[in-house]
C-alpha cells in the first residue's frame, strides 16, 4: 500500500471511498464529516437520528453516495468516547479501516487525519498513526498459498488529506514516519512467519544482505562458523552442534554520527528453529518454534527503518542465528562451554538456548563499544505465565535506559512491565560445576533468564526484553497481526530515535 498526503476539501475527493469519523454521542456532525453531511444532503446527520450511527468505537457506516459527491462511497468510522481516545485508538483504528475496506471495487482511500481536530492531540502523531496502523493493518503473509483464501483485494493507495495547507509538511513528515515504522515491522513479519526451512540461518543471512544492499547507510558482516570458533563464541556454537545447517552471527551499522563506538547495540535472538535440542520439546504446537528467531527479525528491520529515518545516532545490530536440533553431535545435557568473555556455562537444559546464543551475541556488542545494549528474545514460556498476551516483560540493569525504553514502547502502543532483579536471583543460575548454568529449578523463569544474561552485558547499560508471549498472536487486533505481531519493532526503532 503506497501512503500518499494531499491538502484539499476530502468531500472533492474521487478516491473509491473517504474515510470520516464521529464520536460516541455527537448528533450533529462537525469538521470535515459535518462538510462531507453537507455535501450529501444531511445524510449522516439522519443515520444518527434513525440510530444506525452511534460513533461507537469500531462501528463501521459504508454510506453509498449517489453522485452526489465525487466518491462513491463514505465511510464513517466510529471514535467512541473521546474522553478514551487518544493515538493508540489512532492507530487501531486506522489498521481496522484498512481491514474493513479490503474488498473489490476499493483501490484508493482517502481518508482525513483522525484526532488531528481535538485538544491534546499533537497533529504530527495523529498523521503518523494514521499511516503506521494503515500499513500494519494491511499486512498479510500470503506467499505460501497458491491462490487467495478470499475475494479480498489490497488497497493500492491511502491518501491522507488535510484541509489546512499550512499544516500540510507536517502531515506528509509524520505519515512518512508512519509508512516507514509500519513497513519495517512487516518486514520482521515476514521473516517470523516464514517457515523454518524457507528460513534457515544462511538464508535469514541473506535476507538481512539484501535489505543492507538496499540501504546506502548501512553496512553489514556475518561471523561464520571459523570466525566465531576464532573469537571464543563457544556457547553459541553449542548450540548449533546438532544442526546441518551452518550457523551465523549477522551484524548490521548503522552510523549517523560517525563516533567511536556505538550509542546503542540491538541483539536480537535468531533461532530459525527451536526444537528443543536433546532436551527435546514435547510435538505439540511445536510448529510455533519456527518464530523462535523474531529477535533476530526485530533487530534487522529495526535497521532498516532507523537508516531510512536517519538519526544522528550510532547503532549496531547482532543476530545470533542458528537452529536447535537434536542430533549425533548435539550437545547434551551436562556439557560446560565457554562464552567469548571466558565465562563458563554448564548447559542443564538444551531447550534452554536463546540466552545461550545472545550470551556471546552481547560479549560481541560490548567488545564493539555500545555504550547501551538492548536485546529482544522469544526467551521463556513463563513469560505467558506471567502476563497472558497483554504486556511484555523488561528487565534491567538501569533504570534510565529501562525508562527510555518503556517511554519507546509506549510511543509505539506497546505495554511493558519490568520483572525484578533482585540480587537473590543470582544464586538461581549458580552451577556446582561452571560458573553458571543455563537453566534454574526454582521457579521465575523469566527472570533466571535475564539474570543468565547480565552476566555477559558487564557494567553497560542494558535492558532484556522478553517478547515469547507477544510475537505470535491467533487474531488481527488493531494494529496487531494474526501470526507474526511484529510488536517491540517499532519500539527499538522509537528508542533510537530518542537517543538523538
Ligand atoms: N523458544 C523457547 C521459549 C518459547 C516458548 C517461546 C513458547 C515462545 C513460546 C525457549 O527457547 C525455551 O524453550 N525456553 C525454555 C527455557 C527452560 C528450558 C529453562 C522454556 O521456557 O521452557
Ligand atoms: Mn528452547
Ligand atoms: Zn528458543
Known sequence: MRIATSTGDIAQSDADVIVVNL????????????????????AIRRLIELGDLRGKAGEFTLIHTHGQI????????????????????????????????????????????????????????CAQAVAEGAILGSYRFLKHRSSSPDERTEIATLEIVEHDAGRAAAVEAAARRGDVLGMATNTARDMANEPSNHLTPTMLAERAQMIVAATPSLSIQVLERAEMEAKGMGSMLSVAKGSAQPPKMIRIDYRGKGGEGFDLAIVGKGITFDTGGISIKPAGNMDAMKADMTGAATVIAAMQAIAALGPKVDVVAIAPCTENMPGGNATKPGDVVSAMNGTTIEILNTDAEGRLVLADGLCWAVELGARRLVDVATLTGAATTSF????????TNDDGLAGALEQAAAASGEKTWRLPMFKEYDD????????????????????????????????????????????????????????ASGYSVRTLINLALGLE
Not at 24 to 38: I, L, Q
Not at 440 to 445: E, K, L, S, W
Request: aromatic share 6%; hydrophobic share 45%.
Open 388 to 395: 497472558g498476551d497483554v504486556c511484555y516483560g523488561i528487565m
Open 23 to 42: 464520536f460516541e454521542g455527537v448528533t450533529v456532525p462537525g469538521g470535515a464529516t459535518g462538510a462531507v453531511d453537507a455535501a450529501l444532503g444531511g
Open 428 to 483: 538461581y543460575v549458580k552451577s556446582d560445576v561452571a560458573d553458571i548454568k543455563n537453566a534454574g529449578t526454582r521457579g521465575a523463569g523469566t527472570i533466571v533468564g535475564a539474570k543468565f544474561l547480565e552476566r555477559f552485558v558487564g557494567k553497560t547499560p542494558w535492558v532484556h526484553l522478553d517478547i515469547a508471549n507477544v510475537d505470535m498472536m491467533d487474531k488481527d487486533r488493531g494494529w496487531v497481526s494474526k501470526g
Open 70 to 125: 465525487p466518491a462513491p462511497r463514505v465511510l464513517v468510522a466510529g471514535l467512541g468516547k473521546q474522553a478514551d481516545f487518544d493515538v493508540d485508538a489512532i492507530r487501531n483504528l486506522s489498521a481496522n479501516v484498512v481491514r474493513y475496506l479490503r474488498r473489490p471495487g476499493i483501490g484508493r482511500v482517502a481518508t482525513i487525519v483522525h484526532g488531528a481536530g481535538i485538544g491534546g492531540l499533537d497533529l504530527g502523531a
